[in-house]
């Protein structure tokens, strides 16, 4: 039934179709999966895979992923799960990628010309924040929080500045490029081009040595990884934008993560001291894994408007031509301000920012 032919594009609900009736059995045997319940995860807006939870009594659950989209090659998932297997070998707190029974990081199947790439990995202990209600662990500090996050990635890394890879991930520029820009960005909004294009160019000029340049997550938040409610410790997946790039990306993403703490303080000064000690702690728990050039964490602001930047094109990606009607556009015309104006830290500290409605830009104010 399952052999090699073309490749159609394929939407999330026929995915759903197919693996409801055919494709689970199939993948249960591809990976030993008899016996256990799966359930599928529900999928959140920009959704690339179909993603179910796997269970047994008496074994360690675990996370099916399906991806179905024409948008990455064979090549592209070897070396996100490569990266993933050598990440966990060498002490990193992800979740570990599994083999097939024939001892496989990833398998293909073909049926009726739709090809899918799938995955299996070991579900990571605890749970999201959002699943403990945006509580940390009783009776702890949440500065606690904020300093693993900042040590789980440095560990991170640090065993990536060693990573040699047998299947090379693409670079950050290899994707976020002008070409890419001017497909993505409408023709009606030429001055988000050209300032797009211009940080890109900026970047072109960094140091793309061991210490600042590697493979890095590109994705790192709380979505993206579980805390054990135990110990504090957390264990990072969803590395389906890892790509090389500077490590100052995903620092950038710790920053932006913390405003959500105080988002909703009117004082931009109290919301300033705030976010300068949340990244204190940050950055405490990620030099004690690995070093950190004084000269690139200057350049903070810098990677915070490319993280914008990469945001931006994601968002423009899903919603298409009716932006502008989509329930989002506030929050992307926001962002668009942001990147056309200059703006620095997401606006966060400037006037451009409402407590009341947070990282929001009515359309009358334009």
């Known amino acids: 039934m399952f052999v090699r032919r073309g490749e159609i594009v394929i939407n999330y609900n026929e995915v759903v179709a197919i693996g409801d009736t055919e494709l689970l059995i199939v993948v249960s045997r591809m990976f030993g999966l008899e016996g256990y319940e799966i359930q599928r995860i529900p999928a959140h807006d920009g959704g690339r895979n179909v993603v179910y939870t796997c269970e047994k009594e008496g074994e360690s659950a675990k996370i099916l992923r399906i991806a179905f989209l024409p948008d990455r090659s064979r090549e592209d998932f070897l070396s996100e799960v490569e990266f993933v297997r050598y990440l966990f070998e060498h002490g990193g707190s992800v979740s570990n990628i599994i083999s097939s029974l024939e001892g496989k990081l990833l398998e293909e ?14 579900k990571a202990r605890g749970k999201m924040l959002v699943e403990n209600n945006y509580r940390y662990r009783e009776g702890v500090p949440i500065t606690e929080y904020y300093y693993n996050c900042g040590k789980t990635l440095g560990r991170l890394h640090q065993i990536s500045k060693g990573y040699m890879p047998v299947h090379r991930r693409y670079s950050f520029s290899d994707k976020y490029n002008a070409e890419y820009i001017d497909k993505r960005i409408p023709s009606s909004l030429p001055l988000l081009k050209k300032k797009m294009v211009e940080l890109l160019d900026t970047l072109q000029g960094l140091d793309r040595k061991q210490e600042t340049f590697g493979m890095i997550h590109f994705d790192y938040n709380d979505g993206n990884y579980s805390i054990d409610f135990d110990t504090g410790e957390i264990t990072v997946y969803d590395f389906d934008n890892s790509c090389f790039g500077w ?3 995903d620092l950038a993403s710790i920053w932006r993560n913390g405003v959500g703490w105080i988002q909703f303080e009117p004082d931009a000064s109290k919301r300033r001291k705030f976010m300068d000690d949340y990244f204190e702690s940050v950055l405490a728990g990620y030099r004690s894994e690995t070093h950190l050039e004084e000269s690139m964490l200057d350049k903070l602001p810098l990677f915070i408007q490319i993280n914008l930047v990469e945001n931006i ?10 932006w502008e009607e989509h329930e989002s556009y506030e929050e992307l015309l926001y962002l668009i301000k942001c990147l056309e104006e200059d703006i620095s830290f997401i606006g966060f500290f400037h006037e451009i920012f409402s407590s009341d409605e947070p990282f929001e830009y009515e359309k009358n104010n334009i």
């Open 313 to 322: 094109l994601d968002r423009f990606e899903y919603m298409g031509n009716n």
């Open 247 to 249: 490590y100052m990306l």
């Open 109 to 122: 199947i073909v049926h009726n010309n739709h090809i899918f790439f799938v995955c299996l990995f070991e």
